[in-house]
């Protein structure tokens, strides 16, 4: 069975400075990833997606992520955190037979 | 109106009420999703719904009635709720389900809170 795990339930940067989100997943066939950010009292929005055509996948709001498949991770990145960045972000694997969901982390960003 | 939709935004019921919350979707896929988000808790998966048909039921108690009359709209139907059962719910959408590649749209919820 698929699963996701997000180390840090909590992550906090200044302005500016680097966002890094870990997701690591485990899965008997090869995966599709998937990061999703939601603000709060509104839904989840896809940031990005891999579905093997590249490793490092580039997503909307300056947001990328690199898939590795040797450490089974899908790690979120962002070079300059802005304020409005500050929300829960998802990690999510998905194979034929189901869709899982990581339990989030957020993000604050300081001033 | 673009992507899914919910209706109520908000919702405060007592125990003994009925309520129903509604779902549209407008990007002609062929899935949909009920998922109920807790605080402190991972989102989880309640029913899922593929070409109007009911592909999964999580174990979600029977006070809880899905129904999608085409691939457009989901409902969930609620009855003597529990305070527990305060959460936001929200629905999602996806062009077909069982393809991995495929990902799920979500609309903004709803917020439910059971008195």
């Known amino acids: 069975a698929q699963s996701v795990t997000q180390l840090g339930s909590h992550v906090s940067v200044s302005e500016g400075a680097l966002v890094l989100l870990r997701c690591n997943y485990s899965s008997s066939v090869p995966p599709y990833l998937f990061w999703y950010v939601q603000y709060p009292n509104q839904g989840l929005q896809l940031l990005l997606k891999y579905t093997s055509a590249a490793t490092l996948v580039k997503g909307i709001n300056g947001f990328e992520a690199e898939f590795k498949k040797s450490e089974t991770s899908f790690h979120l990145t962002k070079p300059s955190a802005h304020m409005s960045d500050a929300a829960e972000y998802f990690c999510a694997v998905s194979d034929r037979q189901n869709f899982v969901f990581g339990p989030g982390t957020r993000l604050s960003v300081l001033p | 109106e673009t992507g899914v939709t919910q209706t109520p935004r908000h919702l405060v019921m007592g125990m003994t009420n009925k309520k129903s919350l509604k779902c549209e979707q407008h990007?002609?896929?062929?899935?949909m999703y009920w998922y109920k988000q807790s605080a402190k808790k991972p989102l989880e998966l309640m029913f899922v719904y593929n070409f109007k048909e009911q592909t999964e039921n999580n174990s979600v108690p029977s006070r809880f009635s899905p129904e999608c009359p085409n691939s457009s709209h989901l409902f969930l139907h609620l009855h003597t709720l529990q305070p527990e059962d305060s959460a936001l719910y929200l629905c999602?959408?996806?062009?077909?389900?069982?393809?991995?590649?495929?990902?799920?749209?979500f609309g903004p919820g709803t917020r439910l809170t059971v008195t």
């Open positions: 990007l002609g896929h062929n899935a």
């Open positions: 999602a959408s996806s062009q077909e389900v069982w393809v991995a590649s495929y990902e799920q749209y």
